[in-house]
């Protein structure tokens, strides 16, 4: 169900045809209201698609009512007419739902650089508003996947109001977004205000923290609709606490489905002098190649961490380190410590723990090892 | 020849048995004057290993007369008893040659967090005092041999002096240093302070610009000995330029030889507001693992270098970027341009070039492809 969960949601997906796989590729959400607030929060990276481009103002008045989504095509580097296929996919929707333009957002992903098909779009659209169903959420689900190997969907029951989501992407995740396009739908009454300190204070925690090989997408794009269905205004506390687990839920998805990962890495650092510098100490040990096809190698090689580390300038005592593979502290004081070979790294699941011995801050950073499949699927594919 | 071609030098390189191959593992090089005059650059990473903890100390005055190097061992994250293991081999060839423990540079590579055996390298020490000959350059720059397929040495001839240099590096390769260690030695007549300012010129845009897997080393060590012992005195510019020719010359040696890789890939930036912006542009590509991995795979992916740039604070226009793989134009305006199917990227070499139209500044960055086999390299040895 995900993001047909909540009261008052619909959405569909459809084969429009752009896939050469011949799969559903075009996803249509749409909030019945009573309310149209939303949120939404952007890649960082200054050469965006050109739906980023578009939603960027449709998102402005935090008013909107539906988000179309397309895979098989990023709609990236496309220029004028890119933007203008853009615009005509948001017109179709408006004119098949009765509805504005400017409250549609619109959101792309698969090949950058490549034209997509005008046509085909805006005949996806008008099955996709025929096929809106008040279960439709799975369906959508699976018409944004890329190189995804399974659906992300997660729902998350509060007293009376709840709060659903669906995300795409398998690479080419890093900070301030992974490559990916998330929608959350809430039946709670918030306003948009309320929706965007919530929203922010997720993704920090969550998305802007998952950092699976260090790259930046073009279209990353996630928005929140909140339709106040179910009458219940929670406090702000309590919605952000809920869409964090929202967020985070689907970020561990995210990452468990990374191309060609064999492992999951949390890396936490303790004790750093602010929260700030936790997440660089923890974001250079994520971005080590050599780290990270250690670990592949299931290799408990700290000293590649502390050379991470040590690209930084965060506080800490370069002589004064102390690293923990799953639980063992291999390295302590920048020394050897407990022997590396009680470290076992079979499991997918990999927890570093650095001692910065400098504060009381701390953070976790996620990311995923180096693997010989990585290799083939990103030199295989164009993205 | 290469540190031996300059007169006044003499070298060797033998076999402590701190390698499981047996094969040489210390080289000695000593300056016989008349003068000592020297420069020394090291690795940025502020995990330092010890020998570079010492070496810091020695290099201060200006003066240095001989520079030992082991591989086999790091000595990095050794603690205490690493640093007096350091120290002790500087003394070990100070007692040997006559001279004082603090004109010895020390320099060291291999595993990180294993302690070297002292006894030997003491023993090993001996034995290359005892082996220094006037034509040793050959044994030395084999001696410094990692994973390095092939020795690294260049000699650049000038008017009645000459400049020699040897590497050693095959990975870890980046900023502000390679994982790497050079001696570099010259009979010109040029003091202390000639030589530094000649020094960080020549890495600034050789050593500093080579970037092939992001990874920082800590025991990356770039050392000048200049002993006039041709009696001639170069201008600044001509000692410069020809000690640029030696960084380079060794660097694309060290680009040639990275683990692993298929390709050595040249990222251009043209018309840049500053060189440090065409240097943070180049960088950025240079660190992406979905460029590298689709160069690896021969796909002429632009969209991954629009990415890549996008993740910077350069001055640019998004909209308005050029790209050409090749010298085949296939991005203009941010836009497909020409037939990326026209790009052949067979051969090893290979430019990317990059139009910022912001300015007229530019800088080339080196980094490799990632590839399967820079995969099984670093995810079966540990360094």
Known sequence: MSITAPKGFRASGVTAGLKDSGGKDLALV???????ASATVFTANRCKANPVLWSQEVVKDGVVRAVVLNSGGANCYTGAEGFQTTHAVAEQVAQGLGIGAVDVVVCSTGLIGLKNPRDKLLAGVDEAVGALAADGGDDAAHAIMTTDSVSKQVVVEASGWSIGGMAKGAGMLAPQLATMLVVITTDAKVDAATADRALRAATRVSFDRLDSDGCMSTN?????????????????????EALTRVCTDLAMQLLADAEGADHEIAITVLNAASEDEAVQVGRSVARSNLFK?????????????L??????????????????MNGVWV??????????????LTAREVNVTIDLKAGD????????????AYVHENSAYSS
């Open 361 to 372: 801050a701390r953070a976790t950073v996620w990311t995923n090892d180096l693997t010989h």
């Open 30 to 36: 749409v909030s019945d209201g009573p309310e149209y």
């Open 220 to 240: 990353d794009t996630v928005t929140v609709l909140a339709n106040g269905a179910s009458g219940i205004t929670p406090t702000e506390q309590d919605f952000t």
């Open 307 to 324: 050379a991470s580390i040590g690209t930084t300038d965060a506080a800490f005592d370069p002589a004064d380190l102390d690293v923990a």
């Open 331 to 344: 390295c302590r004081g920048s020394e050897p410590s407990e022997d590396p070979a009680k470290v076992d």
């Open 293 to 305: 096809a250690a670990v592949f190698g299931k290799d408990p090689n700290w000293g590649r961490v």
